[in-house]
């Protein structure tokens, strides 16, 4: 399966086991920074979701009539 090929969920499976990988702390520097492209990687994948549902959402509410902008709230 292709990193494009992957859902929201599963991309953001792998990216806390990378995260939790990296917190531990007993990695190996080459290994840590290969962990970290991935990451990288795999939080660009969320991201691009996030934004076309966002975009998504925004089309149906302005089909329904309401021109207000939908944006994802994320975490802190």
Excluded: H, R, W
Aim: hydrophobic share 35%.
């Amino acid at each position: 399966m292709s990193k494009e090929e992957l859902t929201f969920e599963e991309a953001m499976s792998k990216l806390e086991q990378i995260v939790q990988k990296l917190e531990e702390g007993d990695v190996p520097l080459e290994k840590a920074i290969t962990y970290y492209q991935e990451g990288m990687n795999l939080s660009k994948i969320c991201n691009d979701k996030l934004n076309n549902v966002q975009e998504k959402m925004t089309q149906i509410m302005n089909e329904q009539g309401e021109f207000e902008l939908f944006e994802v709230q994320e975490e802190e």
